[in-house]
């Protein structure tokens, strides 16, 4: 895998000038976004799915502020699964769509018994304590570039969860881009083009012991609002990466 120094002050400076053109977007064409929700779980009996708007990625970027289903991704509580994956993801609406997520390894979960995570979205979730975890997003339009956002557990007495989330942000096979997800606020990622196959590829990396990821949402807009600020970000990171 080939590898390359990341200004993480150049992200963020590029990130906040397309956050606000996509916010602007979001305010004057509500809804013009297809979004996919997924919270992990585990076997636990105590298992519920999240629903409705998580304010977090909410004030992130409006489209992530629509009436929102959200998909059940169940894995075994403490039980390591090796490769699983979850095809068909739904959208908000309720509808099918074309996208899935899949690891490469073994996938372990765990749920808070304190009840400290401040809702069910954060009480369950992906564990791991040491090394990376690898994943795929499929089936993602290609033809525009989309948007993420990142959940951790949700707790500010929780900093040691605080994880670094890798991502092939311009769809060239190369993991590029590393955002850290926040032990309370997580992270949003925007301008993340698929590659040519649809495929968005990233990667769990633990930075401080342990590592909860809770679970994600992608807004895919639609190609004629972005397509010129998809260009002009593709063109930002490129230039990044010189």
Not at 35 to 47: G, K, R, Y
Not at 188 to 193: D, E, P, S, T
């Amino acid at each position: 895998m080939k590898t390359c120094c990341f200004d993480k002050s150049s992200y963020s400076a590029t990130s906040a000038v397309i956050a606000t053109l996509l916010a602007t977007l979001a305010i004057s064409r509500p809804g013009m976004a297809e979004l996919v929700s997924v919270d992990f779980e585990n076997s636990n009996a105590q298992s519920v799915t999240y629903s409705g708007v998580e304010p977090l990625a909410a004030s992130f970027y409006g489209a992530f502020g629509g009436a929102n289903v959200w998909n059940s991704a169940l894995l075994g509580h403490l039980s390591p699964q090796t490769n699983p994956s979850f095809p068909a993801l739904k959208y908000s609406t309720g509808l099918t769509s074309p996208m899935g997520i899949s690891f490469t390894g073994a996938v372990d979960s765990y749920a808070s018994q304190d009840n400290s995570a401040p809702n069910v979205l954060f009480k369950e979730f992906i564990y791991l304590n040491s090394g990376t975890l690898d994943w795929q997003l499929t089936g993602v339009p290609t033809d525009n570039i989309t948007a993420m956002y990142f959940y951790n557990f949700g707790d500010g007495s929780q900093s040691y969860r605080e994880f670094d989330m890798k991502i092939d942000r311009d769809g060239d096979g190369t993991l590029e881009t590393t955002a850290t997800v926040d032990d309370v606020n997580g992270v949003g990622v925007f301008a993340i083009q698929p590659d040519p196959n649809g495929i968005i590829r990233g990667q769990m990396v633990v930075t401080n012991g342990q590592a909860s990821w809770s679970g994600f949402q992608i807004s895919v807009p639609e190609p004629a609002s972005l397509g010129a600020i998809g260009i002009a970000a593709m063109v930002m990171l490129r230039r990044r990466k010189a």
